[in-house]
């Protein structure tokens, strides 16, 4: 038994040096676009701003590649569960790649998916993915209007205000 072990951790050893040596030679760097302050800053004042045009006034949170929050704000007449709320949808359309809404649908009926049991996750509409050429690079989520739906109308405004710098 002692003897097998060794020798399959020693093969295990030598192809992972193997792979090791073959691969770094053609390794490259990874590289991505991601949001930067100015850009979730203009579409956090653009989806409250939209939202206030209607008569609501909600919070925005703008949240990057990795769910990091880049940006919070919250209308001074927003409830003060809004800007809790906003940041989970956000968290969630990026996690799930997904708008919030869609998520909420997915695991509608079923109390015991686990997606529900995780942090910051929270089955409502009102956050869009931030999406370049298929990779999702963040989300914004608005919440405070009356429906998920008035939400997400303000979020996809954000989005709209800097689509020309998403390309």
């Known amino acids: 038994m002692f003897k ?13 040096l193997a792979c090791g040596a073959a691969t770094s030679a053609n390794a490259q760097l990874v ?6 302050l100015a850009m979730a800053t203009a579409m956090a004042l653009t989806a409250i701003e939209t939202c206030k045009g209607q008569g609501y006034n909600v919070s925005v949170n ?3 590649r990795e769910g990091e929050v880049l940006v919070g704000l919250r209308n001074e007449l927003a409830g003060p569960v809004t800007m809790e709320n906003s940041m ?10 997904t708008p919030s809404g869609k998520f909420a649908e997915n695991v509608k009926g079923n109390p015991s998916a686990g997606a529900l049991f995780l942090a910051n996750i929270v089955p409502a509409q009102g956050a869009l993915p931030i999406v370049i050429d298929g990779d999702t690079i963040g989300a914004i ?4 209007a009356p429906g998920g739906d008035k ?16 390309k």
Do not use: N, P
């Not at 097998?4 to 992972?16: D, E, I």
């Open 141 to 144: 989520g608005v919440s405070g």
């Open 31 to 36: 590289t991505h676009k991601d949001l930067t």
């Open 151 to 166: 939400d997400e109308v303000c979020a996809k405004a954000g989005i709209d205000k800097v689509s020309a710098d998403l």
């Open 62 to 64: 703008v949240v990057g």
């Open 4 to 16: 097998t072990a060794y020798r399959l951790a020693g093969l295990t050893l030598a192809s992972a």
């Open 88 to 97: 989970k949808k956000a968290y969630t359309a990026r996690t799930f790649r």
